[in-house]
């Protein structure tokens, strides 16, 4: 936290006052700044801005998408409803680069090939942008965020088609998922299994060329391949790069708590401490109950993201094939000590949904999170054992 409101005191601390009305000069130049991944999930994808530099005239200016006002009201209730508020803020380089350089995160800029008239376009949109009552907007993390922003108000300010050339992108297309994937499989391992509980079917369709670009890196991709007509000449629309600050870097320890681990060594634990009570004839009822009524709770936060909240990528979450939402139910019956006759039927009803489920695992329209298989297997083999303690206590058996 305290990280956070430093690096977010180091970008607000250096925003501009009202811009006075700016008229550039030859020697003014527009850069596409790209800035490298954070240690914190939020810094995990990393960051792009637009650079506005004319030395004639002392005017050094960076203009971020991706600020936002903790204070704003109902400002976590917003985030949760998927109405979050982002703002444009204006910066001054110097500030601006200081504070990535702090936290040790790359910086590399792209200067446009534009000619005047359209540097002093894009100056203006930017301007008219960044105004009070202008520069607040509903963010999407996929598609309008900090990298699609920049990314639209260069192409209107230009007024010129660009051409993307996607051949670097390959035939096969990723996903969004997949893409997110990329930046946080290794280095953000509980942030992805997060992603992958709370964000549904929608994003694993194969994404379009213009849909990478909710990337920095790939925005970044994108313009070494993009190319503007001028003066009726195919160009580059990058005419020079250089790498502003490059990361040093940081060899770091190799972590074995992941989900994949973890829930392996949960369901072997698991699986001994059940067969062992179940052997002696003990009961595991709180247990029973406790893990499909935790496991529930997923499957209400999928309902909820989907069905009640603007997240658009929420939307056809199969999690809830496995964390169905009337697991609830089922497990609190399971806490009582008398379980109720239906109970043995909803637990047959769950083996062949579980044991469907991990046979079928690549077919479901969703990538599931591969450590989940581990979990569904630990629900399967619950779900067997209330079955035949059912089946026990209706021969007259009952645990002691």
Same mark, same amino acid.
């Given at each position: 936290?305290?990280?956070?409101?430093?690096? *977010?005191?180091?970008?607000?601390?250096?925003?501009?006052?009202?811009?006075?009305?700016?008229?550039?000069?030859?020697?003014?130049?527009?850069?596409?700044?790209?800035? *490298?991944?954070?240690?914190?999930?939020?810094?995990?994808?990393?960051?792009?801005?637009?650079?506005?530099?004319?030395?004639?005239?002392?005017?050094?200016?960076?203009?971020?998408?991706?600020?936002?006002?903790?204070?704003?009201?109902?400002?976590?209730?917003?985030?949760?409803?998927?109405?979050?508020?982002?703002?444009?803020?204006?910066?001054?380089?110097?500030?601006?680069?200081?504070?990535?350089?702090?936290?040790?995160?790359?910086?590399?800029?792209?200067?446009?090939?534009?000619?005047?008239?359209?540097?002093?376009?894009?100056?203006?949109?930017?301007?008219?942008?960044?105004?009070?009552?202008?520069?607040?907007?509903?963010?999407?993390?996929?598609?309008?965020?900090?990298?699609?922003?920049?990314?639209?108000?260069?192409?209107?300010?230009?007024?010129?088609?660009?051409?993307?050339?996607?051949?670097?992108?390959?035939?096969?297309?990723?996903?969004?998922?997949?893409?997110?994937?990329?930046?946080? #499989?290794?280095?953000?391992?509980?942030?992805?299994? *997060?992603?992958?509980?709370?964000?549904?079917?929608?994003?694993?369709?194969?994404?379009?060329? =213009?849909?990478? =670009?909710?990337?920095?890196?790939?925005?970044?991709?994108?313009?070494?391949?993009?190319?503007?007509?001028?003066?009726?000449?195919?160009?580059?629309?990058?005419?020079?790069?250089?790498?502003?600050?490059?990361?040093?870097?940081?060899?770091?320890?190799?972590?074995?708590?992941?989900?994949?681990?973890?829930?392996?060594?949960?369901?072997?634990?698991?699986?001994?401490?059940?067969?062992?009570?179940?052997?002696?004839?003990?009961?595991?009822?709180?247990?029973? *109950?406790?893990?499909? =009524?935790?496991?529930?709770?997923?499957?209400?936060?999928?309902?909820?993201?989907?069905?009640?909240?603007?997240?658009?990528?929420?939307?056809?979450?199969?999690?809830?094939?496995?964390?169905?939402?009337?697991?609830?139910?089922?497990?609190?019956?399971?806490?009582?000590?008398?379980?109720?006759?239906?109970?043995?039927?909803?637990?047959?009803?769950?083996?062949?949904?579980?044991?469907?489920?991990?046979?079928?695992?690549?077919?479901?329209?969703?990538?599931?999170?591969?450590?989940?298989?581990?979990?569904?297997?630990?629900?399967?083999?619950?779900? #067997?054992?209330?079955?035949?303690?059912?089946?026990?206590?209706?021969?007259?058996?009952?645990?002691?």
């Amino acid at each position: 936290m305290i990280r956070t409101l430093i690096f *977010g005191f180091l970008i607000l601390s250096s925003t501009l006052f009202a811009q006075p009305q700016i008229e550039l000069t030859e020697s003014s130049k527009v850069s596409l700044v790209t800035c *490298g991944p954070g240690e914190e999930l939020y810094e995990a994808f990393g960051h792009t801005a637009i650079r506005v530099y004319d030395p004639s005239l002392g005017f050094d200016a960076v203009y971020n998408y991706g600020t936002f006002d903790f204070n704003q009201p109902n400002f976590y209730w917003n985030f949760v409803q998927g109405r979050s508020l982002y703002m444009l803020a204006v910066n001054r380089y110097s500030n601006f680069i200081r504070a990535y350089e702090h936290y040790n995160r790359s910086v590399r800029e792209q200067f446009l090939n534009l000619t005047l008239e359209q540097k002093q376009a894009l100056l203006d949109e930017l301007t008219w942008n960044a105004k009070k009552e202008n520069r607040d907007y509903l963010y999407d993390y996929f598609f309008d965020n900090c990298s699609t922003r920049p990314r639209d108000v260069i192409l209107e300010a230009i007024n010129v088609p660009v051409e993307f050339d996607s051949a670097h992108l390959g035939d096969e297309r990723l996903s969004i998922r997949e893409l997110t994937d990329l930046f946080i #499989v290794k280095e953000q391992p509980w942030g992805d299994l *997060g992603i992958d509980l709370c964000l549904g079917a929608v994003i694993d369709e194969p994404a379009t060329a =213009m849909q990478y =670009m909710y990337l920095p890196e790939k925005l970044e991709e994108a313009f070494d391949h993009a190319y503007v007509v001028k003066d009726g000449e195919r160009i580059p629309l990058v005419e020079e790069k250089q790498t502003t600050f490059q990361t040093a870097t940081v060899v770091k320890e190799k972590s074995w708590f992941v989900p994949q681990i973890v829930f392996v060594a949960f369901l072997l634990f698991s699986a001994v401490f059940l067969t062992i009570f179940r052997a002696a004839k003990r009961s595991t009822r709180i247990y029973d *109950g406790l893990i499909f =009524m935790i496991t529930s709770f997923i499957g209400f936060n999928g309902i909820f993201l989907w069905f009640f909240t603007n997240h658009f990528s929420a939307d056809y979450n199969w999690n809830i094939l496995w964390a169905l939402p009337t697991n609830a139910i089922f497990g609190w019956a399971l806490l009582k000590k008398n379980r109720p006759r239906w109970t043995r039927h909803y637990s047959l009803f769950l083996i062949a949904l579980y044991a469907g489920l991990l046979v079928g695992w690549n077919y479901v329209p969703q990538l599931l999170h591969p450590s989940l298989k581990f979990i569904v297997i630990l629900l399967l083999f619950v779900a #067997v054992g209330v079955f035949r303690a059912s089946a026990e206590t209706t021969k007259g058996i009952v645990q002691k």
